[in-house]
């Protein structure tokens, strides 16, 4: 009897340390202490803070210089539609940090610049995608469309330093500034907000630097070239230039 009772006695200490927690005192026994298998416990997991959205500034304004696209005041068949051009030139001088010249200098720079969307045989009217299309092939600049953008959405841009082209149905500008009620088709900068109100640089008059409108105005304007359609049923969309 003493084999079994070693064995046992050796069981038991092996199994001491594992059952103390289970109660304090334990006598000698002369079988093997059958434990219960318990359960490991459970590790407690803290649901996921969600991570906070930054709050929008209340003001926002980028230093985007001003090209009207007939920076002498002649408003010839060459400057009459150069909207686009003289867009993507303020932004391109914006991102690279570019002096963008005398009146004189920038109107040579709006007319090389239609001469040279006339040689790639580009339209008058351009739609975002084409002067994004331009921006990297001559530029070197990332193009990025938003489509359907919202107020915040536009806003956010701005606010992380982005200027947004944006494509507009002329009329519904209502631009007190622009002859017979503006164009069919147009494209300004969205440079900066505040208030209820978007920040431009509209090249389409004169006194359009940092022209301020209406961010329902503006939002409800926001319409992409689309051929012979009417305008008014172009795409919602705007491009940022990187």
Known sequence: MLG???????????????????QEYVPPVTVPITVPRQSPPVASIASPTPTPVPTLPA???LQVPFISQAPLRVWD?????TCEESSLLMVHA????????SPAVQDATVRALAKRVEDLGYALDMTVEEVGELAAKDYGLTPMIVDNPSV?????????GEAVIIPAAGKLLKNPNFTNGGPDYHMLVLTGYVGDNFVTNDPGTRLGERFVYPVDRLMSA?????GSRPIEQGARRVLVLR
């Not at 046992?8 to 059952?19: E, F, H, I, L, S």
């Not at 068949?77 to 539609?81: A, E, M, N, R, S």
């Not at 991102?95 to 963008?100: I, Y």
């Not at 926001?222 to 689309?226: G, K």
């Open 4 to 22: 079994p009772l070693l064995v046992a006695a050796t069981t038991y200490v092996g199994v001491g340390a594992y059952v103390r927690n289970l």
């Open 152 to 160: 915040e959405d536009l806003k956010r841009l701005l606010a992380g």
């Open 59 to 61: 003001t926002v304004q």
């Open 222 to 226: 926001i319409r992409d070239w689309n």
């Open 94 to 101: 914006f991102v690279r940090g570019l002096d963008v010249g």
């Open 77 to 81: 068949p060459v400057t009459q539609d």
